[in-house]
């Protein structure tokens, strides 16, 4: 999770963004941006669609599967969610 916060770090100083304008344009509260990026909050996956749409300006339908991964069976738990962020630094390093 350390790549994908610094990745935002990175994107962030890119764009100019104050951590209040960059925990606005994501949609969550300077606060938890803080926690997240220090570490004691993980994001949630509403928080790495932001990332993704707003943040990185692509589809978001581009990166995760029309189905929730979580609930195939034949995919362990967490396995989508771990292929979408790998996605989402690719996209980020570009």
Known sequence: ???LVEAIKQRQKQSNLTDT????LLGV???TW???????RNPGIKF???V????MH???SDTIPTQNPLKQASEPQGRGIKRFIVELLGR???
């Open 1 to 3: 999770m350390n790549n």
């Open 21 to 24: 304008a960059l925990a606005s």
């Open 29 to 31: 509260d300077r606060s």
């Open 34 to 40: 803080a926690k997240i990026k220090n570490g004691t």
């Open 48 to 50: 790495l669609k932001a």
């Open 52 to 55: 993704d749409q707003r943040l």
């Open 58 to 60: 692509v589809e978001i």
């Open 92 to 94: 980020i390093r570009k």
